[in-house]
């Protein structure tokens, strides 16, 4: 980063290398084994309470199924003390009757709680899915220099499913085992105090396994988790760039990293596996040990000391099963709360990140109508985390609305950075971007880009069908806008001919269609926009020379009435521009017409004669 980008703000209101440094600081700390607290947990109750109807009758259900297995316990005891000490078949029934009738309860409550806490959780992670998805949208692209997609859809996937998990099943369960607990130790002191007592003794020896090996869990969770996001990132490189890797004949290179990755993954699950299993031994052979303990003391209060009936130590005995399993249910639920305590954290750290290009606080609204102008006043730009000089260095141009302007120069002089600065992708260090009298970091990032459209070297496209590509410039375009961009493009020639013509799907990335006709179809999207200022970064280096002469006849019609900047290392592209514009190291070195910049002899010259000479030869 040059020297003027040291400090925490270059102007007023503009966020600088400090800001930056905090954004690479909380993508770090995802990736950061460290302890989780359940505070993240907390964020996830605006989404809940967005659906009270849910959470309420999820809650209630849960509560009255509670009820209703400690209610069991009772109608056991109805059935041993009261049903078969009785000699009449009518009494007899009307036992077993209230027996049943708490179960028909407890089956009832339970469907209806997994029904509506299910759903809750699927609403939940639904919102949360979107909200996330469309944050990360809007994020700068400093803040993608590091973290890769695959880490991204880790967040969207298996971190959601974890929350989930959490609020449709975890955090009910854990609060049913809470109340169960409750109710079963109240109980138990209704029917036996001093056997209550000794049980209330059992319940720390249980749980001071499950609190010394928490934190141990906690960390091997996040870490089971953090290894798994590295795979998905490496699988997602890899299947991105198909084929480079299919090219280069490198699959076993790239199935190498991956499984290394989803071994390293597999090593953190199998410890965090082991851990869970210890734990969960332990929990058994103590609640075990403490049950047949109970079970000897209420079997000499029923046979020796005449204290208990036969209905109340089945009563006894199945209330302390209840509340000790309570105990070891809440003890492997605790692990599971850690672990969706620390997906949410990573969740909510993505949510929280602040994008350092963003709308100021006061925005200048951009002027109508819109005149296309655009100016660059000596701009001082470096990439954030690129050493070297900086990309921009002095760079100042004006184009006036409607003027063709050609920014031609060796590789690395700075042309595409100068479209990047104008989309608003990143804020110069140092100097003012303007657009129609704008300075670009005091207007709305989204009004600045609405009044460009874009075709860049190589454009992206997307799945779906060759309509919706072109529809994706302005998606309100009716049919015949949609044909009339095509055409502009040269691209209806081959689109009519595809086997269902403009509804044809392309597939991904468009990789049906041929280098030219993705080109084609990336410029008559940008056409469709109808915007004031048309930015060209090598739009026509996928064509052939037959293609290139269509399309630059096409794009010749395009340009007028729009300020257009041309980047282009074939000078036989920008022979008809207004204005050619040389770029070396960041600056400004010649500008004017192809004959007057020949016959100065400076740098356009000299990259005239090797590229004629080339195509000559």
């Known amino acids: 980063m040059n020297e003027a980008g040291s400090s925490d703000t270059s102007r007023a209101g503009r966020p600088g290398l400090g800001a930056l440094m905090k954004d690479q600081l909380l993508h770090e700390a995802w990736s950061r084994d460290k302890g989780r607290a359940l505070s993240p947990l907390l964020r996830l109750m605006p989404f809940v309470r967005a659906h009270?109807?849910?959470?309420?009758?999820?809650?209630?259900?849960?509560?009255?199924?509670?009820g209703a297995i400690l209610g069991l316990s009772a109608a056991a005891r109805w059935v041993i003390d009261g049903g078969f000490a009785v000699r009449d078949a009518h009494a007899l029934l009307r036992v077993f009757l209230m027996a049943a009738s708490v179960a028909v309860i407890l089956a009832t409550a339970t469907g209806l709680r997994?029904?509506?806490?299910?759903?809750?959780?699927?609403?939940?992670?639904?919102?949360?899915?979107?909200?996330?998805?469309?944050?990360?949208?809007?994020?700068?692209?400093?803040?993608?220099l590091k973290l890769r997609t695959?880490?991204?859809?880790?967040?969207?996937?298996?971190?959601?499913s974890i929350v989930e998990a959490i609020v449709a099943n975890v955090l009910?369960?854990?609060?049913?085992?809470?109340?169960?607990?409750?109710?079963?130790?109240?109980?138990?002191?209704?029917?036996?105090?001093?056997?209550?007592?000794?049980?209330?003794?059992?319940?720390?020896?249980i749980l001071t396994p499950m609190l010394v090996m928490s934190r141990r869990l906690q960390s091997l969770s996040a870490r089971a988790q953090d290894r798994f996001a590295d795979a998905v990132g490496y699988a997602g490189e890899g299947l991105g760039a198909i084929d480079t890797v299919q090219a280069f004949g490198q699959e076993d290179m790239v199935a190498g990293r991956f499984n290394g990755a989803i071994e390293s993954a597999f090593e953190a699950s199998r410890a965090q596996i082991r851990a869970r299993g210890l734990l969960s031994f332990l929990m058994i052979a103590l609640i075990f040990g403490g049950m047949l303990a109970l079970l000897y003391r209420s079997a000499l209060a029923v046979i020796v000391e005449h204290t208990l009936t036969p209905g109340s130590l089945f009563q006894l005995l199945g209330l302390a099963f209840l509340a000790a399993n309570a105990v070891k249910d809440l003890s492997e639920v605790w692990g599971q709360i850690q672990k969706a305590s620390g997906a949410a954290e990573r969740i909510v750290a993505m949510m929280d990140t602040t994008p350092a290009i963003r709308a100021p606080e006061k925005v200048e609204p951009m002027p109508l109508p819109a005149r296309g102008e655009v100016s660059f006043e000596n701009v001082v730009f470096g990439y954030p985390g690129r050493p070297g000089p900086p990309a921009l260095n002095g760079f100042s141009l004006k184009a006036r609305p409607?003027?063709?302007?050609?920014?031609?120069?060796?590789?690395?002089?700075?042309?595409?950075?100068?479209?990047?600065?104008?989309?608003?992708?990143?804020?110069?260090?140092?100097?003012?971007?303007?657009?129609?009298?704008?300075?670009?970091?005091?207007?709305d990032p989204a009004e600045v880009r609405a009044r460009m459209a874009l075709v860049a070297q190589e454009a992206p496209l997307f799945s779906g069908s060759a309509a919706d590509n072109i529809r994706f410039g302005r998606p309100g375009a009716t049919e015949m806008d949609v044909q009339a961009a095509a055409l502009a493009a040269q691209a209806e020639g081959f689109l009519t001919a595809l086997p269902q013509g403009f509804d044809t799907t392309v597939g991904e990335h468009?990789?049906?269609?041929?280098?030219?006709?993705?080109?084609?179809?990336?410029?008559?999207?940008?056409?469709?926009?109808?915007?004031?200022?048309?930015?060209?970064?090598?739009?026509t280096s996928a064509l052939d020379a037959e293609n290139e002469r269509l399309v630059q006849q096409a794009l010749h019609e395009a340009m007028h009435g729009r300020t257009t900047l041309v980047i282009a290392h074939r000078l036989a592209t920008v022979l008809e521009a207004d204005r050619i514009v040389v770029m070396e190291a960041g600056r400004v070195v010649e500008e004017?017409?192809?004959?007057?910049l020949l016959a100065r002899g400076g740098l356009y010259a000299r990259l005239a004669k090797l590229q004629f000479t080339a195509q000559a030869a």
């Open 52 to 66: 009270p109807i849910d959470a309420v009758l999820g809650l209630a259900f849960m509560l009255i199924s509670s």
């Open 114 to 144: 997994l029904y509506f806490l299910f759903k809750l959780g699927e609403r939940v992670v639904a919102d949360m899915r979107k909200m996330v998805f469309r944050h990360v949208l809007g994020l700068d692209l400093t803040h993608f």
């Open 150 to 160: 695959g880490e991204v859809l880790s967040r969207l996937t298996t971190d959601m």
């Open 172 to 205: 009910p369960v854990a609060l049913r085992n809470s109340v169960t607990l409750i109710g079963a130790l109240v109980w138990m002191a209704v029917v036996s105090p001093s056997l209550t007592f000794l049980v209330l003794l059992m319940i720390p020896v």
């Open 402 to 443: 409607g003027e063709r302007v050609a920014l031609v120069g060796p590789s690395g002089a700075g042309k595409s950075t100068v479209l990047r600065l104008l989309l608003r992708f990143y804020d110069p260090d140092v100097g003012v971007v303007r657009i129609d009298g704008v300075d670009l970091t005091h207007a």
């Open 510 to 539: 468009a990789k049906t269609l041929s280098g030219g006709q993705r080109q084609r179809l990336a410029i008559a999207r940008a056409l469709i926009r109808r915007s004031p200022i048309l930015l060209l970064d090598e739009a």
């Open 592 to 596: 004017g017409k192809h004959a007057d």
